[in-house]
C-alpha cells in the first residue's frame, strides 16, 4: 500500500471558520510534510514531523497549526485564515527524513473567501 | 539561487512524438538525490524516480528513461513516442544530504500531449 490519503478533497471557508486537513499513511513512515500549492507553481514546504516530533516549521504563520497524534495521522488546523491562503494543500510521507522520496496524498483544494 | 532549474515552462508535442524535459541543478554536497515527479490536473505528485549522485547509469522504465550527467548538473526526462495521458506538469527535485528534510523543486514544465 502506497497511498497517502487526505480529506477533505474540497474546502471553503471564511475567514472566521475554524477547519481542519487530515492526512493519513499506512506505509510505517516516520516522516510526514505539508506542503502549500498555488496555482503554476512548485509545491512549498511548510511543516516536517519526524518521528511525531516537528521538526521543521517553514516560517509559517500561527494560523496554520499542525499536529500529529500518532505515526500515521497528520493534521492541520486552520484560524482566521487569509484569501491569499487559498491554495492546494499536499501531505507526504517518506520512510524517514533524508534521502528517501515522498509519497503524496491528492491534496486539499482550500478556498478562503 | 534556484538550486534546480527548469527552463522549459511550457512544451506541447504531437501524440507519438518523443519528448525530453530539462533538469539542472546545483549543489555543493557530494551526496545528494535527485527525483522527478508527475503532477496530472488532478493534482496529486506521483513519484517517478530517484536517482543518487554516485549513480550516473541512465535509466529505462516503460516509454520513459532519464539521463544523468553529473559533468553538466543535468538530470533530463525522456518521454517516448508520447501519449495524451502524459499530459501533466513534471517537477525535478534535488535532496541534499546535509539539508536532508527539504525538497528543492524546479518550477515545473507543463506538457500537453495532443492527440
Known amino acids: 500500500d502506497t497511498e497517502v490519503t487526505q480529506t477533505p478533497k474540497h474546502l471553503v471557508m471564511g475567514m472566521t471558520n475554524k477547519k481542519s486537513l487530515k492526512c493519513e499513511q499506512h506505509m510505517g513512515h516516520r516522516a510526514m510534510y505539508w506542503y502549500k500549492q498555488k496555482a503554476k507553481k512548485p509545491p512549498e514546504l511548510m511543516f516536517v514531523y519526524s518521528y511525531e516530533k516537528l521538526s521543521i516549521n517553514e516560517s509559517v504563520p500561527s494560523r496554520f497549526s499542525p499536529e500529529c497524534p500518532n505515526s500515521s495521522l497528520l493534521n492541520l488546523h486552520l484560524h482566521a485564515l487569509q484569501p491569499e491562503d487559498s491554495a492546494l494543500y499536499l501531505c507526504?510521507?517518506?520512510?524517514?527524513?533524508?534521502?528517501?522520496?515522498?509519497?503524496f496524498g491528492p491534496g486539499t483544494r482550500l478556498t478562503v473567501l | 539561487a534556484q538550486k534546480v532549474t527548469q527552463a522549459q515552462t511550457e512544451i506541447s508535442v504531437v501524440e507519438k512524438e518523443d519528448v525530453t524535459l530539462d533538469c539542472v541543478y546545483e549543489t555543493r554536497d557530494t551526496t545528494y538525490y535527485l527525483f522527478w515527479y508527475k503532477q496530472p490536473p488532478s493534482g496529486e505528485l506521483v513519484f517517478l524516480i530517484r536517482?543518487?549522485?554516485?549513480?550516473?547509469q541512465n535509466e529505462i522504465s516503460g516509454r520513459y528513461s532519464w539521463n544523468f550527467q553529473k559533468s553538466t548538473s543535468s538530470f533530463n526526462f525522456t518521454i517516448t513516442a508520447s501519449q495524451v495521458v502524459d499530459s501533466a506538469v513534471y517537477f525535478c527535485a534535488l535532496s541534499e544530504a546535509h539539508t536532508g528534510n527539504q525538497f528543492y523543486f524546479g518550477t515545473g514544465t507543463s506538457l500537453t500531449v495532443i492527440p
Open positions: 536517482r543518487n549522485s554516485f549513480d550516473e
Open positions: 507526504a510521507s517518506s520512510k524517514t527524513t533524508g534521502l528517501h522520496e515522498q509519497f
